[in-house]
């Protein structure tokens, strides 16, 4: 079949080949698992330290060295096997190789991480876990399950057939006196190679997601006790709204300051808080898969979960609630605080309206006053004026000079007034 005359998308090949990036490791048991969680430090997105920490590793061994973006890498190290992955927040270490030490867990095989390059690792434990994978008919698991209280504590102790019975599983979630966490798989002897490797890869997958979703507890717990303390101090503000301080003002500043806490808070945990959500998803993902069922009377890794590992992850969820709870609060708050300002600002514009009329008011009747006495005074000049012409005339007539000037004044005032009138209409419009 001729290939397709077609462009293929840049990222087609790499987005299917990130499906088979991590294959899960074949493991032929009786065999032993270390696995280290490293959480990096300081800026998490400069990763070349993690891959440089790994080619030291692979140096000492003589092993290749993986591509220089690589995030995952697989290989002989040593008389073991390594599988590496860097992931978002973490990076996992795990070391798997044939046999198993007569000392339960004794951690043999995590001799082959040398000491000096630990010790330079870039980042924190989150987890360390050593796994022991051995192999045993399915009738012999009850047996078996009887003396598991010598290896774990049996208050915490989870036990459970998985996987259709092809093996158990067994842990107490509880970190021992040297630091390790402890797993222990009892496979019936003829499992497959890749079935038992998918099955330690789950567990240790549960084991780390736990980890890495309880993250998120302290920070709830801090983000309660913010919240609590917040929303008191919200509560009063609420309660000086309700009683009609008169201080908006204050009252505003002070709800900006506790509307910005809260934007605080919320950015600084929202990134745990989202993380949380999709490592407890995880979690409980990776335990349904291993269809778990029921040895003696002995608790499942599920029920485990429930009684211990989701009250934790419902604080957090409590605590991401409640601040968005307290943020919505917060902007009502504000709002109706605005309103009222609004409201107030309003009413007071209405005043200023209503004292602007009534000076306007009172400018028009002085405006008024003074056009009469414009009116009055202009008058008077004027007839004094005609007092110089109507004299000399007023001895020809044989006419008194008063009695003319009377007979003036009334004409020469309603000019004088109606001449004022047209100039005013002319400069202020009609109206």
Excluded at 146 to 160: A, H, K
């Amino acid at each position: 079949m001729a290939r397709l005359a077609l462009d293929d998308y840049p990222e087609r090949y790499a987005l299917v080949n990130e499906l088979h990036a991590r294959p899960f490791p074949e493991l032929t048991a009786p065999c032993s698992a270390v696995h280290i969680a490293l959480m990096p430090e300081g800026d998490a997105a400069d990763r070349e330290r993690d891959r440089a920490h790994l080619v030291a590793l692979l140096d000492r061994y003589g092993a290749p060295h993986p591509a220089p973006d690589a995030s995952h890498y697989s290989g002989t190290l040593g008389r073991g096997f390594l599988k590496w992955e860097m992931h978002t927040e973490f990076v996992t270490y795990t070391l798997f190789t044939d046999g198993v030490d007569p000392r339960p867990f004794s951690g043999v095989a995590f001799e082959l991480f040398p000491a000096e390059w630990l010790a330079e690792a870039p980042g924190k434990v989150l987890t360390s876990c050593l796994v022991r994978i051995d192999t045993a008919d399915p009738e012999a698991f009850e047996a078996v399950a009887e003396g598991l209280g010598e290896w774990f504590v049996p208050e915490s102790l989870t036990v459970s057939k998985v996987v259709d019975g092809e093996a158990m599983v067994a842990a107490d979630f509880r970190i021992d006196e040297r630091g390790h966490a402890r797993i222990f798989v009892l496979a019936r002897p003829d499992i497959g190679r890749r079935r038992l490797g998918r099955i330690v890869q789950r567990l240790l997958e549960i084991d780390t997601y736990k980890c890495m979703a309880m993250l998120a507890l302290p920070l709830a717990r801090s983000v309660s006790g913010a919240v609590a303390r917040i929303d008191r101090e919200l509560t009063g503000v609420v309660a000086g709204m309700a009683a009609e301080t008169g201080h908006e003002a204050e009252t505003l500043d002070r709800l900006l300051k506790i509307s910005a806490e809260i934007e605080h808070l919320a950015s600084t945990s929202a990134f745990r808080f989202g993380a949380a959500g999709a490592y407890e998803a995880i979690v409980n993902q990776r335990i349904q898969v291993l269809r778990e069922e029921r040895i003696g009377g002995r608790q499942l890794f599920a029920e485990f979960m429930t009684r211990r590992f989701d009250p934790a992850m419902r604080t957090c969820r409590s605590a991401k609630e409640r601040l968005a709870e307290l943020s919505g609060r917060a902007a009502r708050a504000a709002n109706l605080l605005r309103t009222r300002v609004d409201v107030a600002n309003q009413a007071q514009n209405v005043e200023v309206l209503r004292a602007m009329d009534r000076r306007a008011a009172l400018q028009l009747r002085l405006q008024e006053t003074v056009e009469g006495l414009s009116v009055v005074a202009i008058s008077y000049y004027a007839v004094s004026l005609a007092e110089h012409v109507v004299e000399p005339l007023a001895h020809e007539m044989g006419v008194a000079t008063g009695t003319l000037l009377a007979l003036l004044t009334v004409p020469v005032v309603v000019i004088v007034w109606l001449l004022v009138r047209r100039i005013r209409k002319r400069i202020v419009p009609a109206g």
